[in-house]
């Protein structure tokens, strides 16, 4: 489950996902068609969205610079999953507003015995102590 730091998410990745494990939360609602990102930020107002850059990778930039420009989305979080470290689509990523990224990589490195949920839910809380920490510097 995720945190009760993030009170609604809104998970954007394929029906058939690991995804689909924490959206069985009642504070998480999970969409694959990209035509209802928008109508469900709209209806959930959620804190954070998760994005799938591997599901909506040449649409993110577009997605993801929408809901900044939006003023009524001005207080949500992004967080963008992806299966590797990539540097220059990164850079321009948290350029456009991403907040922070989530690997595979990493999430392989965690232990086995874990759930998928508090793996992502570890993933998601070590991002965000990292963009902290950066503001406070």
Do not use: W
């Given at each position: 489950m995720i945190r009760t730091r993030f009170?609604?998410?809104l998970v954007?990745?394929?029906?058939i996902s690991c995804y689909r494990l924490t959206a069985?939360?009642?504070?998480?609602k999970h969409i694959h068609a990209l035509n209802n990102i928008f109508p469900s930020i709209y209806e959930l107002n959620p804190n954070l969205i998760v994005l799938?850059?591997?599901f909506i990778s040449k649409d993110l930039e577009k997605i993801v610079r929408r809901i900044r420009?939006?003023?009524?989305?001005s207080k949500i979080k992004i967080c963008c999953y992806k299966s590797k470290v990539?540097?220059?689509a990164d850079s321009l990523l948290k350029a456009i507003g991403?907040?922070?990224f989530v690997y595979e990589e990493e999430l392989r490195a965690i232990q086995k015995s874990k759930t998928i949920s508090s793996i992502f839910t570890e993933m998601i809380?070590?991002?965000v102590l990292g963009m902290l920490s950066n503001v406070s510097n």
């Amino acid at each position: 489950m995720i945190r009760t730091r993030f009170k609604k998410v809104l998970v954007v990745a394929p029906e058939i996902s690991c995804y689909r494990l924490t959206a069985e939360s009642e504070n998480v609602k999970h969409i694959h068609a990209l035509n209802n990102i928008f109508p469900s930020i709209y209806e959930l107002n959620p804190n954070l969205i998760v994005l799938d850059y591997n599901f909506i990778s040449k649409d993110l930039e577009k997605i993801v610079r929408r809901i900044r420009t939006n003023n009524f989305y001005s207080k949500i979080k992004i967080c963008c999953y992806k299966s590797k470290v990539e540097p220059k689509a990164d850079s321009l990523l948290k350029a456009i507003g991403v907040d922070f990224f989530v690997y595979e990589e990493e999430l392989r490195a965690i232990q086995k015995s874990k759930t998928i949920s508090s793996i992502f839910t570890e993933m998601i809380d070590r991002s965000v102590l990292g963009m902290l920490s950066n503001v406070s510097n």
